[in-house]
């Protein structure tokens, strides 16, 4: 890779981590007078702890635009850029999204980031990763649980449509998926992980 090859993939990072960054769950907790959603159940941003305060329409909102950012990172980078600049910008929407530089680098657990970026790189394998999501829900109702088998399977599904280079960022996601989860696979080993709409202990 020559030097000129290297800035679109840089910038491709930059720009996905800058997308991946804003903190929508934030945002729309405060727009709908819940206050700061960091203190809130978990203190997670994402949308299932903004459901936590009540305000359905926020934790929607939140749901459709933290996966619109890393969709939208996706997207931009595959108009401008080269198949590396695509896998890079996946990349920084996701790291933006779990370490955001404003929130001094703790954000969300990345799940719908991650189901955007997967409709954008393959809408197929998109929506099978948010129908695993939703038929691990609607029979355990428990959204870690639905996010961390839904994040496992995409990758499989990504080599299953042949898309190799894909099915290895799904991967290393997925990994990271599994870091962010950690004190909920804790809690879930221990049978204490709260289902949805219940409250969260604080973490």
Not at 31 to 48: C, E, F, M
Not at 70 to 83: D, N
Request: aromatic content about 10%; proline content about 4%.
């Amino acid at each position: 890779m020559t030097v000129s090859s290297i800035w679109p993939v840089l910038a491709a990072l930059l720009l996905g981590y800058l997308l991946g960054s804003i903190p929508f769950g934030l945002l729309f907790s405060w727009l709908a007078g819940a206050g700061d959603v960091r203190k809130i159940g978990s203190g997670n941003i994402g949308a299932t702890n903004v459901l936590r305060t009540g305000k359905k329409w926020a934790a929607a909102a939140t749901l459709i635009f933290d996966a619109g950012k890393g969709a939208a990172a996706v997207l931009i980078a595959r108009r401008y850029g080269p198949e590396l600049a695509v896998i890079a910008a996946a990349l920084g929407a996701f790291l933006g999204h779990v370490f955001p530089v404003w929130l001094k680098f703790r954000g969300g657990k990345g799940v719908a980031t991650f189901l955007g970026v997967a409709l954008a790189l393959s809408w197929p394998v998109g929506l099978l990763a948010a129908a695993t999501w939703a038929a691990t829900a609607a029979l355990w109702r428990i959204s870690s649980l639905s996010a961390l088998i839904a994040a496992l399977a995409a990758p499989v599904y990504f080599a299953l449509f042949g898309q190799m280079l894909y099915a290895a960022l799904a991967l290393v996601l997925a990994l990271l998926i599994l870091f962010t989860h950690r004190d909920n696979i804790a809690r879930l080993m221990r049978g204490e992980e709260p289902r949805i709409g219940q409250k969260a202990p604080a973490s």
